[in-house]
C-alpha cells in the first residue's frame, strides 16, 4: 500500500504554514514502507496531479482547519468522496477542499483523511504561534497512528474482495 502524507500551507502566514512543518518533520523520520511525506506548501495544482496520478491508495492531507476550537486543536476528518471537508483557513491559492474537488474532477482521490489544526493567527509572518508550534510533534505522531489504521482498513477491503470474486 502506498500513502502520500501531504503538508499543505503558506508558511509566511503565520500557523498556516503548519502542515509543511508536520510534513518536514516526518520527511525526517523512518516511515513506513510504501509511506511519503511531502511539502506541498501552496503548490495546490501538483497535489491535485499527485493525488490522481501518483499511485497512492491513501492521502493524509495535514493543514490548518478553523472549526471553533482553542488554537492547536487537532482534528481527524474524513470526507466521504465528492464531500467537501469543511471551512480551512484560505490563506493559500487552493485550499484542501479546492484541491479534493479538482483532484475528484481528474478522476479521484482514493481514500483521504484531513489532519487540522485549530490556528490562532494566520497574519503574515513566519512562526507559529505558541498553541500550534506545539501541536506539530503531536500532529506527526498522530499521523503515524492512522497510517497503521489505513493500512489494515485496506486488507480488510481486499480480503472482501477476495471472498466476494
Do not use: W
Not at 518533520?25 to 490522481?52: N, W
Not at 474524513?78 to 475528484?104: K, N, Q, W, Y
Amino acid at each position: 500500500m502506498r500513502i502520500l502524507v501531504a503538508g499543505v500551507g503558506n508558511i509566511f502566514l503565520g500557523d498556516d504554514g503548519f502542515g509543511v512543518a508536520v510534513a518536514r518533520l516526518l520527511a525526517g523520520r523512518k516511515l513506513p514502507e510504501g509511506v511519503v511525506a511531502t511539502d506541498f506548501g501552496i503548490r495546490g495544482v501538483h497535489l491535485a496531479y499527485e493525488l490522481t496520478g501518483g499511485g497512492h491508495d491513501c492521502a493524509i492531507l495535514v493543514d490548518t482547519v478553523s472549526r471553533g476550537g482553542p488554537p492547536g486543536t487537532l482534528y481527524v476528518l474524513r470526507p466521504s468522496p465528492g464531500e467537501t471537508p469543511g471551512t480551512f483557513v484560505d490563506a493559500h491559492d487552493m485550499t484542501p477542499d479546492a484541491v479534493l474537488a479538482l483532484a475528484d474532477t481528474l478522476g479521484g482521490t482514493g481514500q483521504v483523511l484531513l489532519v487540522g489544526c485549530e490556528p490562532a493567527d494566520v497574519s503574515p509572518g513566519m512562526e507559529l504561534s505558541p498553541p500550534v508550534a506545539e501541536a506539530v510533534g503531536r500532529a506527526a505522531d498522530l499521523v503515524l497512528e492512522l497510517i497503521p489504521e489505513q493500512i489494515a482498513m485496506a486488507s480488510a477491503v481486499a480480503g472482501h474482495e477476495e471472498e466476494q470474486a
